[in-house]
């Protein structure tokens, strides 16, 4: 499950069809997904459910993100909510929460040197997450060597959500 849309607005100038549409692909979207996929894991009693939240479901930050950081926290707590349901099943249920991975969600504030910079020094690697970095994190949790694994949250941020 790694759909997510973002809509850079002042909380307080959130509209309702704004609101709706940002919550409704990254949340509702996971769900039916995740739903439909699950009934023939439950049938198999067997199955491996990944998805993708973000750092921005742990800390929040002063730009204008209150329905990503909302959608993405609510990730976060289906994940552990499917995972204590489907676990008689033999599913797992665990997701990866990124920092800032180049997408084209968030290009733009990627390639403003100020951003990027000011971004980088809050990271204690130095940088910011790589695809493989991701590919890495969901190739573990989907693996045997994840098995007894379920209802957790990696936080694949390079230490970002470690530093003050």
Known sequence: NAAGVNKLKKAEEYDDETWDYVLGINLRGLHLVTSAVGKHMIRRRYGRILSVSSV?????????????????????????????????????????????TRTAINSFQLDDPVFYKNL?????????????DLAYAA?????????????????????LTSKQ
């Open 120 to 132: 980088i020094s809050r990271i204690p690697l130095g940088r910011i997450c790589t695809t493989k």
């Open 56 to 100: 921005k479901s742990l800390i929040g930050t002063d730009q204008d993100y209150i329905a990503y950081c909302a959608s993405k926290g609510a990730v976060n707590m289906y994940t552990k909510q499917l995972a204590c349901e489907w676990g008689k099943y033999g599913i797992t249920v665990n997701a990866i929460a990124p920092t800032f």
């Open 139 to 159: 190739l573990f949790f989907c693996s045997d060597a994840a098995e007894f694994i379920t209802g957790q949250i990696l936080f694949v941020d390079g230490g």
